[in-house]
């Protein structure tokens, strides 16, 4: 394996890509006992329309996260229960770019990785337990839908998007699982879960040749091809400018939002996301003018935040929270994006602020967790997360601004809103 050490994160990462296509990354940290692994395929929420075998399958919104809960199921019988039993703490998510299966341990590593790699490459079903957690899994989504904040997040992302299938919930609706049988099942894990679509990374006390040699003996020695993905060709323009829906809450929840220009893969998307994240902080963060202003108004609480998100073929900007006047918010940070676009920052405010969004990211390395999703995500969207100090030595406050003249328009915005029912 390649090691690369990264000189002023104090840092290194040990890195390889087996024949069969499987990356891996291992990063030491020998003075830890708690050893984590991370075991990620490039398949997600959005990827429902894909080709297999030369022909287009278009594929239940939910199913990814349908074949998450699925692969716990073994011939021996559950995997979680296997892990739990060795002294692991597992567990598993799917997002809307990708579906990962890790846990952590202080001891038995190696055979929990053996289980790990195992129970996700090798799939088993049956007609019985496919239609068993169908109810399992339409519960929980009746119980998200219950939910304002998914409710109004959800219903942002379906204003900002008409096509793309960003717009789709990862969990599905109880009428999509419906239609999931095992056969779509065995169909999207053989396309997407082949070891030269997914990345496996450890992080802790670890001997990096060991967990190279493990993989190479427990997983396929071929991988898959490239399989083509369909997630909508996306026009410029919003979807719908707004979105509201009644509740049982006891004050209005709102989340306005901004169609942002996506980025192809590469450094670049690490850069955007930098910027992203600035601009949010710059904006409307705790320390901004806006903030402080609209809080001493009582037009927002502490429950006032927001956030940049890129996904396949799509970007977005945000911010919410409770407020009597959502519309009056929403109005006031495009305002604030506006001048901050004629006027530009305070040079002093845009240091302190460029400080502290890297000391953020100096801190999201001590969380093992952290490390490893953010390492993943890299491999897919083709940057190096570590090579952030390098992003941030060249940030200036003209990309800020550009990012915000790019983005940050009135023709871009949309507002979702969540009411209380009236009595």
């Not at 598993?92 to 929990?112: K, P």
């Not at 490459?121 to 998914?150: C, H, L």
């Not at 956030?307 to 604030?336: H, I, R």
């Not at 940030?395 to 915000?404: A, C, G, K, R, S």
Request: proline share 5%; with cysteine.
């Amino acid at each position: 394996m390649k090691p690369v050490h990264y000189e002023r994160l104090g840092e290194t990462i040990y890195r390889e890509t087996l024949p069969n296509g499987l990356k891996i990354c291992v990063i030491p940290k020998p003075d830890h006992a708690k050893k984590y692994a991370f075991f990620a395929t490039r398949y997600g929420g959005m990827d429902t329309r894909f080709q297999l075998n030369g022909r287009w399958l278009d594929t239940p919104a939910g199913i990814a996260h349908y074949l998450e809960h699925k692969m716990f199921d073994t011939k021996e019988g559950n995997a979680l229960q296997r892990l739990a039993k060795n002294g692991a703490e597992p567990n598993a998510f799917t997002s809307n770019a990708m579906t990962g299966y890790y846990f952590d341990s202080t001891s038995h590593f190696d055979e929990n990785l053996e289980i790990l790699l195992s129970f996700v490459s090798v799939p088993y079903f049956t007609d019985e337990s496919v239609a068993k957690e169908q109810g399992i899994i339409a519960q929980e989504i009746r119980m998200i839908e219950d939910n304002p904040d998914w409710q109004i997040y959800a219903r942002m992302l379906r204003a900002l998007y008409s096509v793309s299938t960003a717009r789709t919930s990862i969990a599905g609706t109880v009428e999509s699982i419906s239609r999931i049988t095992a056969e779509t099942l065995y169909d999207c894990h053989k396309a997407f879960y082949t070891p030269s679509n997914m990345i496996l990374t450890v992080v802790g006390n670890v001997d990096p040749v060991k967990v190279s040699d493990l993989a190479r003996r427990i997983l396929p020695k071929e991988g898959g091809p490239v399989i083509p993905r369909d997630y909508g060709s996306e026009p410029e323009a919003v979807g719908a400018k707004e979105a509201r829906m009644a509740m049982e809450v006891s004050s209005p929840q709102f989340l306005a939002g901004w169609k942002c220009r996506p980025v192809p893969e590469g450094e670049e998307r690490l850069r955007r996301l930098i910027l992203g994240n600035l601009a949010c902080d710059l904006l409307f963060g705790e320390s901004s003018p806006l903030y402080q202003r609209l809080y001493s108004q009582g037009l927002v609480n502490s429950s006032f935040g927001g956030d940049f998100e890129q996904m396949p073929g799509v970007a977005y900007l945000y911010a919410g929270g409770e407020s009597k006047e959502p519309q009056t918010v929403a109005n006031e940070l495009q305002k604030e994006a506006d001048r901050l676009i004629r006027e530009g920052f305070d040079e002093d405010y845009f240091q302190r602020a460029l400080r502290s969004s890297f000391g953020s990211s100096l801190r999201g390395l001590n969380s093992f967790e952290n490390i490893a999703v953010s390492l993943t995500e890299g491999c897919f969207g083709g940057f190096d997360p570590f090579r952030f100090p390098q992003i941030f030595d060249a940030v200036t406050q003209e990309d800020i601004l550009n990012f915000l003249q790019d983005n940050m328009t009135a023709d871009r915005a949309v507002l979702s809103e969540i009411v209380p029912k009236e009595a």
